[in-house]
């Protein structure tokens, strides 16, 4: 079966480290993205992308950064870790901009200390 | 700013009771509007998804309903099982922006 995997699930990271979650789908679906997920929030789209060598910015996108070389992974790298980015991170792809539903990986939780 | 805004913000309820989830949203012009739930540690599962000219549309003991006059919709879960506890969650994706607007969740716990 298809699926869409995060690796790994928990993290624990120093402030100033720079941190990749990986992100792999199996789906062949055009479309991937990252959200991050905190209390009082809802999920907020990082970044994202509509295929090979596309990224582009959502709206809290500072500190972080994406490539896509290939059709199945979208590593999220965070910079240097700021405490303000721990979170739980979400990646999600969909087959087309038209038919927008989204299958989500089960989530990384980052905690930067 | 498109907006969606959902409640009430939690819910608790006992086992076999039938309760409703409210989503209002300012997304214009509109596309469709999708109810995802996301069980405790995972990611989301999209349950249904309603158009412009739906109503009403059913998945097993859920029932969404949309009104795009009054830009609301709202979940029905009939006969609650202790694996409805979860946040449900609202998106809105209007039809002049490809990323979905995401509502803040309602979260559901039904007791037994």
């Known amino acids: 079966d298809a699926e869409i995997t995060q690796s790994p699930r928990h993290k624990i990271t120093e402030t100033g480290r720079q941190v990749t979650l990986a992100c792999h789908q199996t789906?062949?679906?055009?479309?991937m993205f990252w959200y991050r997920q905190d209390l009082g929030h809802g999920l907020r789209l990082i970044h994202y992308s509509y295929g090979v060598q596309d990224t582009n910015k959502g709206e809290v996108s500072d500190g972080y950064s994406v490539s896509r070389s290939n059709t199945e992974d979208l590593p999220l790298t965070l910079e240097s870790a700021a405490s303000s980015q721990t979170s739980v991170y979400f990646c999600a792809s969909s087959e087309s901009v038209e038919n927008t539903e989204a299958f989500f990986g089960q989530g990384t939780r980052l905690t930067v200390v | 700013k498109n907006q969606v805004e959902q409640s009430p913000q939690s819910l608790i309820i006992l086992e076999g009771k039938n309760c409703t989830l409210q989503c209002n949203y300012t997304v214009s012009p509109f596309s469709n509007l999708r109810w995802y739930k996301q069980d405790t540690g995972r990611g989301p599962v999209s349950l249904t998804i309603m158009t412009f000219s739906e109503n009403t549309k059913s998945n097993g003991r859920y029932t969404a309903t949309l009104d795009a006059d009054t830009k609301q919709s709202s979940l029905h879960i009939t006969a609650s099982q202790l694996s409805d506890s979860a946040s449900y969650i609202c998106v809105v994706r209007s039809g002049g922006s490809y990323i979905p607007t995401f509502g803040r969740g309602t979260s559901l716990i039904v007791h037994p």
């Open positions: 789906w062949n679906h055009n479309n």
